[in-house]
């Protein structure tokens, strides 16, 4: 399979970390937490936009969010997705999970 | 978040399409936003549009990963396996088709042995709520019991029943039945419909209404009836009484039915699944109990019995427990309650007796699921049963699973196809597990039809001509869970060892073409464990086919003491009959004349208690001038008999004399005791000539012992040697002729053609009693004695066979597959000059092999299931030494049989050829 070099690859289950944060403002839906996704990391991260539903259906069932039917700002019907209390909670474990990931990397890295 | 997980599944599965289409539609919004956003940079609709849909990617990846996470892929996967695994059932129809006769066969027993058991020791009496009722009684015991039993009692007496009923505070209600009615056939007669037996019980007014049983058409009687004696001769039919004999119509609420002298009216027809509260018995007419003495007439179940130690038990007792009441304080209360009845009698008692009296209780127990005498007859035998048919299944299972191992050996390459085509180890073991199950199921459907077939001829098979059984075992819901249990059970016992197989397909080895030419180095080959299991269990089988059938041999063979072929035996009951009770020796005694006149019968006589029947007296006895025996040692069997009893039974006479005609009459009174007696009671003098006092409940009387007889087995080839003492039945203790009396006749040459001419004797001496019906000899009432026995020595030996064919077969596939594995190691040794008959034995020991370590473990299995059984086996041990090594011996002639058509076809191997295949 092909890989594109400009992007980054997202590491396996960072993306549910990703979605779970750019919800923390408030609800929307699919295509713009894939918008905000890539805004906020100045576009270095790309959603792979096929990849992003499933793990949306996943997080619903998961029971982290939930999804409603309502109209967008273009007034069309969409999807809003948003945050459940247990949605938050993971949020915070799944931060401070990355954080010591990323630290111990680093630290590992600047030993090297 | 589990629960939340399982709505959003079943809304998947329920509401698929809207689901799918608001996927369809979240998708296309994301896209036309993205292209929305692409047109600011692109004024090309069309580019835009497509750029849009390249971000995105496969839309139609990104569907099937969604619906993989909502969960409704699973069933959509399991849909297309089960599609696929018809297709590879239909694309190897033999092999299907052996596949599924086995499973059906498996199945079909296991189901049809479970619906027996569940009929029989399981399910719940069809009434209102059975969980609240409860037995005062022993739901175990069928009978009538004249006099005095200490400890639990196993009925209760008419008068009882109304004082508990009375005085109950913890039931909502108690009902009484006569369970022993049902035994005694009566003749009917009605206009419309043919004269037939049908079985009578008596019942409390109460019955129905405890029960909650609501007739489906008429009405029910109530407690009313319990008022007056002899006022109301109503009945209530059974369905199929009602649809046997009345075709069904619905005129027959006020019909009548006539039993012996007096006309019943009916009054309404109960509901089809309901059959009384003992499971097995199956009255078809209910009556009040307050109409006893026209069902029985001559005698009086109902009144106080004036002597306290001779009391008629005889009602099964069972009662509704009040809402809140817990079995624990109904015992409580009724062991308090009946206390104090049985205080209120002993007045007068000696302190001795008193205490001896007292000692009477209710066992208070559990109701729900009625009584029955099967269960203490036929729930071991039943489990046995089970237990054998579950290890058939088992073999079976083993069978398939190795013919499936084998085929998935074959079916490498497409298993590997699949695998390099992206199909990951788990949904391939899903694909062959679902074809095993596919396998299953149809045999469980097949199965679940040749259980009713099975269950007819099972219960044809414990029915005598006398004693008919008759179960409800159609398939309910209870069964239908059972088959569905083990068929998928089945499946996944069998498919799992091919599914684990296919799963770790060695891409490389297939693709290569190499894997299955030549034999694995290493590890043992799963099927020759399978094989090695088959044979233990099958070992098992063996033994336990070859212990019953040996049993039965033993107890059909036992020697009874008495002629057995040409002993006929009916039994006459003139008091139900019109005759009075001092018309009876009178009456017997022309009968027995008429009998001995005719030309070709030896001998006639009579005894109380009919041989084989069950039916017994016992009471204790004291020797003039001795201590008596303390308690129950003093405890002596009695019959009694009619003149010249041992001669014409064929008992032998060891000393002394038989019973005689000068015997009858009031004169002094003689008795013949038998060998065990003898040297019971007199182990160091001549019993001849001694006194010997039998303290019955109707009195106590000397008897003269004149005569010692050899022991016979009275009532069963099973029975024990007991102190037995016969007096003259013309000269009791009392007048103690109201039970009726069995006729013994011996002929000479064959007895069935007596049987005309017997019958017509009788109808010449008593008019007035019925044609006698059944007419056995003691061998055709010894073998319906032993139909529990023949059942499983049959059914035991049958499975025995077929667990045998079951491991020839599967031997025979394990040997013939790893020969063919070793082809080409076997034309290097015929190469290199090996002998054929070296070729041959190299083959047969690897089979004889496996059937010893399957020896070696299934002895032990053998002895283990010894003990469990060894009170069903008479006149042999579990251990028998000859079951044991005839069952082993025959595994390994299978093993030699099963192995010899690979072994020749290795020693025809062609060198050349075997060597040109690699």
Excluded at chain 2, 537 to 558: D, E, K, M, Y
Excluded at chain 2, 667 to 675: F, M, S
Aim: charged share 20%; aromatic share 8%; with cysteine.
């Amino acid at each position: 399979m092909a890989q594109e070099s400009s992007r980054l690859d997202l590491l396996q289950g960072t993306l549910d970390l990703l979605i779970l944060r750019a919800l923390r403002s408030g609800a929307m839906h699919g295509w713009a937490v894939s918008e905000r996704i890539q805004q906020i990391s100045q576009d270095v991260l790309r959603v792979n936009q096929g990849s992003l539903y499933p793990a949306l259906h996943r997080l619903e069932h998961r029971g982290w969010i939930k999804a409603e039917w309502g109209i967008s700002e273009l007034g069309r019907r969409a999807r809003f997705y948003s945050l459940t209390a247990s949605g938050r909670k993971q949020l915070e474990i799944e931060a401070v999970n990355w954080s010591k990931l990323t630290d111990a990397i680093a630290r590992v890295l600047r030993m090297a | 978040m589990q629960w939340k997980d399982y709505s959003l599944r079943l809304r998947a599965l329920l509401f698929r399409r809207r689901m799918d289409e608001e996927l369809q539609e979240e998708l296309q919004f994301h896209i036309d936003m993205q292209a929305n956003k692409n047109q600011r940079n692109e004024s090309d609709t069309v580019e835009a549009t497509r750029q849009a849909r390249l971000q995105f990617g496969s839309v139609v990846r990104a569907t099937e990963e969604c619906r993989e996470e909502r969960g409704i892929s699973f069933l959509e996967i399991a849909g297309r396996d089960l599609r696929f695994a018809l297709r590879m059932l239909r694309k190897s129809p033999g092999f299907a088709a052996v596949a599924i006769l086995t499973l059906a066969l498996g199945i079909g027993a296991n189901t049809a042995i479970f619906s027996v058991i569940h009929s029989v020791l399981l399910s719940n009496l069809p009434v209102t709520d059975p969980q609240q009722l409860v037995f005062l009684t022993n739901p175990d015991e069928q009978g009538l019991e004249i006099g005095f039993g200490d400890g639990d009692r196993d009925f209760v007496t008419y008068p009882e029943f109304q004082q508990l009923e009375q005085n109950n505070q913890v039931f909502s209600g108690l009902l009484a039945a006569s369970n022993f009615t049902s035994r005694i056939p009566v003749e009917l007669a009605d206009p419309a419909a043919s004269s037939a037996p049908a079985h009578v019980s008596l019942i409390s007014g109460s019955y129905f209404s405890v029960l909650g049983v609501t007739p489906i058409l008429g009405r029910a009687f109530g407690p009313e009836v319990d008022k007056l004696r002899d006022a109301n001769p109503i009945a209530v039919i059974s369905y199929a009484f009602w649809q046997n004999r009345f075709g069904g119509g619905r005129d027959v609420i006020g019909r009548t039915i006539r039993i012996l002298n007096t006309s019943y009216e009916v009054i309404g027809v109960t509901p089809p699944p309901f059959h009384g509260e003992t499971v097995g018995a199956n009255p078809d007419i209910w009556v009040p109990l307050t109409m006893q003495n026209e069902i029985f007439p001559g005698q009086d179940y109902l009144s106080q019995e004036p002597n306290p130690f001779r009391k008629t038990e005889w009602l099964q007792v069972i009662g509704r427990l009040k809402p809140g009441v817990t079995l624990a304080q109904a015992k409580a209360s009724i062991e308090v309650e009946f206390h104090q009845m049985m205080e209120a009698q002993t007045s007068g008692m000696s302190a001795e007796k008193k205490k001896q009296f007292l000692n009477q209780h209710l066992p208070v127990t559990p109701g729900s699921h009625g009584a029955s005498t099967l269960r203490a007859d036929f729930g071991k035998p039943l489990l046995i049963l089970m237990v054998i048919v579950g290890l058939i299944l088992l073999i079976a299972c083993a069978n398939i699973a190795n013919i499936l191992l084998a085929r998935s050996a074959a079916r490498q390459k497409e298993i590997s196809i699949r695998v390099a085509l992206g199909a990951s180890g788990s949904r391939v073991f899903r694909q062959v597990l679902t074809e095993s199950i596919l396998l299953a199921a149809i045999g469980g459907a097949v199965g679940l039809l040749l259980a009713q077939w099975a269950d007819a001829a099972l219960l044809r098979m414990v029915s005598t001509t006398s004693n008919q059984v008759c179960l409800d075992v159609h398939a309910n819901a209870a069964v239908l869970a059972f088959t569905f249990g083990v068929s998928l059970l089945t499946g996944i016992v069998f498919g799992l060892t091919p599914a684990f197989r296919a799963a770790r397909v060695d891409l490389k080895a297939t693709t290569r073409g190499t894997a299955g030419t030549t034999a694995r180095p290493g590890g043992v080959p799963t099927g020759k464990i399978i094989v090695v299991a088959q044979v233990s269990l099958s070992l098992l089988l063996l033994v336990l086919a070859g212990l019953f059938v040996r049993s039965f041999r033993n107890l059909s063979q036992t020697q009874l003491g008495y002629d057995r072929d040409h002993l006929l035996e009916f039994f006459v009951d003139p008091l139900s009959y019109g005759y009075r009770a001092t018309e009876i020796p009178a009456l017997d005694q022309s009968i027995l004349l008429r009998i001995d006149a005719i030309p070709g019968v030896a001998g006639a006589t009579l005894i109380d208690n009919p041989l084989v029947s069950g039916r017994d007296s016992s009471s204790p006895v004291t020797i003039e001038g001795r201590k008596p025996l303390p308690g129950d040692n003093a405890d002596v069997r009695w019959d009694m008999v009619g003149a010249n009893f041992f001669s014409t039974t064929g008992i032998p006479i060891l000393q002394g004399r038989d019973i005689a005609e000068g015997d009858s009459g009031n004169g002094q009174r003689v008795g013949v005791i038998n060998e065990t007696m003898a040297r019971k009671f007199f182990p160091h003098s001549n019993p001849i000539g001694q006194r010997v006092f039998v303290h019955t409940t109707a009195g106590q009387a000397p008897f003269i012992i004149v005569g010692i007889v050899h022991d016979s087995k009275q009532h069963s080839a099973k029975e024990m040697p007991f102190p037995r003492f016969y007096v003259p039945y013309f000269n009791p203790i009392g007048n103690d002729w109201t039970l009726g009396a069995a006729i013994l006749v011996r002929t000479v040459g064959d007895p069935s053609s007596f049987s005309s001419a017997i019958r017509s004797a009788v109808k010449q001496a008593a008019p007035n009693l019925p044609t006698v019906a059944t007419m056995e000899t003691m061998d055709q009432r010894l073998s319906d004695s032993l139909v529990t026995d023949r059942m499983i020595a049959e059914l035991s030996g049958a499975f025995g066979i077929l667990a045998v064919v079951l491991v020839c077969i599967g031997l025979y596939g394990v040997m013939a597959y790893a020969t063919s594995r070793r082809t080409n190691e076997i034309g290097v040794r015929i190469a290199l000059g090996a002998q054929r008959s070296g070729i041959l034995w190299l083959v047969l020991r690897e089979s004889l092999l496996l059937v010893l370590m399957g020896a070696a473990i299934g002895v032990p299995l053998v002895f283990a299931a010894g003990k469990w059984i060894s009170s069903l086996l008479f006149g042999l041990q579990p251990a028998d030494p000859l079951a044991l090594v005839s069952a082993i011996a025959l595994m390994f002639v299978i093993g030699v049989l099963a192995s010899y058509i690979p072994a020749r076809r290795a020693t025809r191997i062609n060198p050349t050829v075997a060597l040109r295949q690699e």
